[in-house]
């Protein structure tokens, strides 16, 4: 039996390389873009970033732009709302490790229900604020200033 490839899947990228538009975007004052979205001139900022950091790798930063647009629009589920006020911040830094390696369909988008369920399943789930100390939340805080954790 053979294995079809379908050829409108977005390649994965790596953590860091789609880290690139996600610090652009807290850089330019949108940290809660993955919350309220962004519009579109603001998105093409974001862009404009990856286009000049993977100057030299074009399939890199098609890939990373794809991702990263897609990232915005499957928050757009209320579960992923809910899920993000219910965690803050530090889902950003799973959402977006998420992001990086999920199938990603250029028609499709992101599956909003396994990207709930990879979220929900997480380290980085908090369902009282007592049953988590604050110190394990900084390894995903410095993964997303750029620090080393």
Known sequence: MSRQIDTSDIPPVSLEQLLVP???????????ALLNGMSEAAIRDIETVVWKHFAGAPRTRLAVALRFRALLDVFRARRLKQLFLMNGFKLIARAVHEAANQRLNAEFGFNAHKFVLALATGPTVQRHPAQRPFEQVKPAIAVIAGRAA
Not at 22 to 32: D, K, P, T, Y
């Open 22 to 32: 996600m610090r652009a975007a807290i850089a330019n004052g949108q940290g809660l």
